[in-house]
Each structure stands twice: as C-alpha cells, then as structure tokens.
C-alpha cells in the first residue's frame, strides 16, 4: 500500500529530525512534537472513509514521492520577483517565509508600539518561550485531525503576531508564505500563532503563493486567540502552484464581543482542503466566515467550517461561495453547533455554487446541531448557472457573450469580496479575481 | 431604417405574431398599441434578438441588412436599444461598470477609443442629470433593489449613454408616476432626431401626451389592426380597444 508508505515517509523524517534537528527545542516542544507524531502515527492519513474527507481523495497525494530528508531551504527569490507576485500588495508590511522559512531580508515590519510582536514563530520560541507555549500547548490540547497533528510535530516556522491590550494596527500586514521550485516533491509545515489582547484591533492578510511549478505540500496551521472586545479581520488567500496541495487550518477562539471576519479566498492549488474552525468562547462574540473559490482544469477545494456556539448570545454570519469550470469539484461541509445554555445565538450559512461546465461535482452539506432554545439559525445552499435572461440583457446593451459571462461571474464572485472591509485588501482581491475570470472561463491551469 | 414584413413568431412553439408589416423611417415615431397579450412585446423581444422567441417566416431589414441573422449585441452595437419592460436584476454588477462595459462596447464597434474611467464619469455625470437619478444609483448592484420607477430610469440613462439610432421601448411607461413618466418623455423627445427612430410599445395613451408619435398602429392577436396617425390614440383612449378586436376577428388567418 502506497498509504502506508507516505505515512512512513512522514514518520521516518520526524524520527530523523527529532534526532537532530529539534535538538535546541526547548524540552516541553520536543514532547510535544512527540506526542503529536503519536497521534499522526495512530491516525494516519484520512482515506474517503473517514466521514471528513468524504468527497476528497487524497490519492494523488498518498503516490507522491516526498523527499523530506532535505534541510534546505531552497533558493530565496529576488525581491522584485516577490514584488511582482504579489503586485497590488507590495506596499503593505510583509512578514515572508520562503519554503517554510522566514526571510528577515524580504520582510518589512511596522513599528510596533512595546509589548507588540510581529516575527518569527521559531525566533519567538527564544524571546517569548512562555507566551508561545501557553498558545502552542493549549491548541494540543483540542485533538487535531492528521494534518494537524503532523503540522504540530514537524512545523519549522511561521509567523507569531502578538497584539497587546488596546493596541490598533489598521493597516493590512501580510504573511506571505511563498514556495519555490525544487527537485522533488516536498512539504512545508508552517504554524502561525496569532493574539490580539483585549480590545486590540489588526488587519491580517494570509497568502500562500508559488513562485514556478511543482509538486509540494503546504500543511498549514494558524491559531488565533481574540481576547475580550478584539477584531481581526483576517484573510486567507491560497495561490499555490499548479500541481501542489494545500490543507489549511484556521482555528479561531474568541473571547467576549470579540469580533472575527474572515475571508478566504482559493484560486490556485491542485487541491485544496480548508479548515475554520472557530469556538464562540464568551457572550457576545461575533464572527463572520466568507469564502471563495474559483476553480478550472482538474482543481478540486474542500471548505469545512466549525461554528462552535458555546455561550449566549453570539451570532456567526457564514458565506461560501464557489465557481466551478472543467472537472474541478467542490466540497463545502458546514457545522454550526450551539452548545446547551448558548441562548440568543444567532447563526446563519449560505453555500453558493456557480457552475460554468458540465464536467463539475458539487457536494454541499450544512450540519446544524442545535441544543439550546431560544435560537436564530439557518442555511441556505443553492447551486446554478448563470442565468439566460441576464445574459441576454447585457448581449442588449452591446456586450458579446464573454464579456457578458464574464461580468455576470465577476458579480456573482464579487458578494464574497464586497464583505473584506478593509479597502485596500478587497481592492487586491478584487484584482486577484479579474485575473484569475479573464475570459469568462477559469483556466486549465491555476495560476 | 427599418423594414419588417409578413413576421410570423413566436415563443415555446406558440405563434404569437401571425404577419406583421412595418414600416419605420428615420425620424419617425411609431407607437405599437393594444391589450395585453396582442403580441406587442413579442414584436419588441424580437427585435432585440432575444434567444427564446423563435422567427418562423416572413423578415426584418435594419439599414438594409438582414436583422434575423445578427445576434443581439450586434443589432445593440448597430444602433438598436431595447428598453425592457422587466429590466433583469443582476447582484455584485456596479452599474456603472455595466454602463461603462456598454458604452465602449458601443464606442469600440464605431471605431471611437474607449473611455477611461474619468472620462466616463464626466459622460455619465452630464446624462444622469436628464433622467434625475441619484448618484447613489451609480454603486449599487445593477437593478437590484431598484423600485419599477428606478428600473424605468435606469433604461432611459442607459438608452441616453448609448444614443441608438432605433430605439424599442417596450412598455417603459407602465407603472410609473408622473414625475417619471415627464422623465421618460423629455429623454425620448431629447433623442428624436431626423437621424434616428423610435418605436413606443405602449398599453396607454398616456405617454402619447407628452410625445407625439407621427405613427400609430393598433396590434390585436399577432396583427396589426388599425393604424393612423395621433388622434387614433386618441381615439383607443376613448372607446378602448374592444371595438378593434372586433375587426381583427373578422380578418383572415
């Protein structure tokens, strides 16, 4: 079984590095990068038996020869190459990571008032060891899934963004983790961990971009703690390269009148598994989840989100929408729980799919458990083409047939972006998503 | 300019139209009246080149060319508008960025450059002004949420930006109150020149007293019935249209 020989692979690279290249960890992240193999090693890889991973197959994954022997950190692009990239974007504060790895010299940092931190994951381990393992330690604790587990055990680097108690940083900061081309196939872990104290606000834009081609795996995971009355607005924008896999976690805990927006946005990957997960800890929290992809050729995304209602009288506000051409497939799987006592919650879900070819698959399931009285919650899913009167309407006013579609999927695309509130951030994926619909089609090729 | 004889068409394999003959000259103003279901949407969709009514004989000459065989945004770059009586809604298109990809879409088949945004803005600034519009119109989704008033205007700023030389309102005075209905007459009688033609598809005589058509025809099941000039407006507005009917029954098939 060639499972059993991926699963190896990850397992015999964590007993290499945990020989040697965790030797400077502090002991308490040894144990736990030891106790999340365990849990790797027990779990596995997820196969469509497990209720999870259902309408995604990660059997191009499980054939994929990973050399994760390597240490390297691979070629560090010229920074007009990473300008032009991430053009419309290169003006903001930028913390990069080059397959995996953080590159001070490419990364341009704010000032940040005292106590504020912005930096490096493994850096922080040295300058903050106590504050990282509090986040890093608690988050063990939740039970991850495979990926998760074997992010936790093998993670170089990330990002570590700590905003204190009333702090505002109103300006987009963009963690840009870029690939670049290797030998073979590898995989990056990268963690980030993410604290806004109480009533601190700040802008947040995640991107995963490629820079050439090539087979990777980018297993991401990213915990983020609001304490009382923060917001974040956060983005996640995945461009990864053509032939690369993409499993993403976002887990969120959100601490009384915190606010959390968050928008994610999927155009390039082969396939793409996200994660959002996000726990309602205190009374008055409120969380709004958007997300878009927009897939051709043989792409496939899968959005699982966990709404957890823990408390009363928090609301969540979920909007995912896709479009689909070629054969891509689209998984959009959405929990909304409301805990016993979660009176006065307030949730809503809407999963929309516009499909551009006869050859996609679409499986769209909302999973509402509800224990507590007192409640507002729903969803709505719906699925269609665009519609022949519209098109019609725009042919009646001069437009061809491309140039109507093209509008036509621009707007039903552009209710995910309309809600970034953060200007300049929505202006960038406003053009991100023009690039990606030239022509009315989506192309055989990500981007 | 436009010629259309012995149309037979229909919708969904039913013939509405069974043999219309017109004729419309630059600089005239033809209103096609009648009771619901005399096929004068039919008439209106099919010269716009609508996809789901279907042509099954006769012709229609634009300028001399064959109408039937140019698709829809064609006849609309020709110099065609259609103002629709149900003007589609369509979320997360910004008007003006409609307007603005119909404008030089019309433009670029004239062999006029494109406008930039700032030259659009100033073009649309100038035109909104005529059919009273609220600049906050400009940002919102095409149509959507737009009230049957807004709708209406909506049609007459884009018939304005696109200044056709054959324009088809189809029904565009129906539900609305004076104040728009003034808007849509002064916007109709602004475009009446000796270089372009309009055709008022129209239910009533009311938009008829604000613009004088120099031709009336009366359409009663799929036929034209009865045509004249004026004061046969007039006249339906007095005795309505059962005495046409009556007529119309009495012709062959």
């Not at chain 2, 088809?168 to 808007?183: H, K, N, Q």
Request: glycine share 10%.
């Amino acid at each position: 079984m060639t499972d059993r020989t991926t699963k190896e692979t990850f397992l015999a690279a964590f007993a290499e590095r945990d020989r040697r290249g965790f030797a400077d960890d502090p002991s308490w992240l040894r144990e736990a990068r030891r106790a999340a193999m365990e849990r790797f090693a027990e779990l596995g890889l997820p196969t469509t038996r497990d209720e999870d991973w259902k309408y995604t197959s990660l059997a191009p994954l499980v054939e994929t020869p990973f050399d994760l022997a390597g240490e390297e950190t691979g070629e560090i692009p010229a920074e007009e190459a990473l300008s032009s990239l991430s053009e419309g974007s290169s003006s903001w504060s930028r913390l990069v990571f080059v397959n995996g790895r953080h590159v001070g010299k490419l990364s341009t940092i704010p000032p940040l008032p005292p106590g504020g931190r912005l930096g490096s994951l493994a850096e922080a381990l040295i300058t903050d060891e106590e504050m990282v393992r509090s986040h890093l330690t608690s988050a063990g604790e939740k039970g991850e899934g495979a990926f998760g587990s074997l992010n936790a055990a093998l993670w170089s680097d990330g990002a570590f963004f700590h905003v204190p108690a009333g702090m505002s940083l109103e300006a987009p900061i963009q963690l840009l983790f870029v690939a670049t081309p290797f030998e073979r196939p590898r995989a990056d872990h990268p963690r980030s961990v993410i604290v806004l104290e109480r009533e601190s606000r700040a802008v947040l834009v995640e991107t995963y971009i490629a820079l050439g081609g090539g087979t990777y795996l980018t297993n991401a995971s990213t915990e983020i703690v609001l304490g009382p009355g923060a917001a974040l607005d956060h983005h996640k924008i995945v461009l990864e390269g053509g032939q690369a896999f993409h499993v993403g976690r976002t887990r969120v805990r959100q601490e009384r009148d915190s606010r959390f927006t968050s928008c994610s946005l999927a155009f390039g990957g082969r396939i793409i598994r996200n994660d959002v997960d996000v726990l309602l800890a205190a009374e008055g929290s409120e969380c709004m989840l958007s997300g878009l992809f927009v897939i051709g050729g043989g792409q496939h995304v899968d959005t699982h989100t966990v709404m957890d209602h823990a408390q009363p009288r928090a609301s969540s506000r979920q909007l995912y929408k896709g479009v689909l051409d070629g054969r891509s497939r689209g998984v959009f799987n959405g929990r909304v729980i409301v805990r016993p006592g979660a009176n006065g919650t307030d949730a809503h879900q809407t999963n929309k799919n516009l499909i551009l070819s006869d050859g996609v698959e679409v499986d769209s399931k909302p999973q509402l458990e509800i224990f507590a009285d007192d409640v507002k919650c729903s969803h709505g899913a719906a699925d269609g083409q665009l519609a022949e009167d519209a098109i019609f309407y725009l042919k009646s006013r001069g437009l061809d047939e491309v140039a109507a579609r093209t509008l036509l999927t621009h707007g039903f695309a552009s209710e995910v972006l309309d809600r970034i509130r953060v200007e300049p951030v929505r202006n960038w994926c406003q053009d991100l998503l023009r690039g990606r619909l030239r022509g009315g089609r989506v192309a055989e090729d990500a981007p | 300019m436009l010629s259309i004889r012995k149309l037979h068409a229909g919708v969904a394999g039913k013939e509405i139209l069974h043999g219309i003959d017109l004729e419309v000259r630059a600089g005239e103003v033809h209103a096609v009246m009648g009771p619901n279901g005399s096929g004068k949407s039919t008439l209106a969709q099919v010269l716009a080149g609508h996809p789901g009514y279907l042509v099954t004989a006769g012709e229609i000459l634009y300028e001399g060319r064959n109408l039937l065989e140019m698709p829809p945004e064609e006849r609309a770059r020709e110099g065609i508008f259609m103002a629709f009586q149900y003007p589609v809604e369509i979320p997360g298109v910004a008007n003006a960025e409609f307007l603005k990809a119909a404008v030089n879409a019309v433009r670029e088949h004239r062999g006029l450059e494109e406008l930039d945004a700032v030259e659009f803005l100033a073009l649309l600034k100038e035109k909104m002004k005529f059919v009273d519009m609220d600049p906050g119109f400009m940002s919102r989704s095409l149509n959507e949420g737009f009230s049957g008033g807004e709708k209406k205007r909506n049609e007459i700023l884009q018939m304005t930006l696109l200044d056709p030389k054959l324009a088809v309102l189809d029904e565009t005075d129906s539900g609305l109150d004076i104040d728009a209905l003034r808007t849509l007459a002064a916007g109709v009688n602004r475009l009446r020149r000796p270089d372009n033609a309009m055709i008022l598809v129209t239910h009533y005589q009311r938009l008829l007293s604000y613009v004088t058509p120099d031709r009336v025809h009366v359409l009663s099941n799929g036929r034209i019935v009865k045509s004249g000039d004026h004061a046969l407006a007039r006249e339906l507005e007095a005795r309505g249209y059962e005495w046409l009917e009556a007529t119309a029954e009495a012709l062959p098939r």
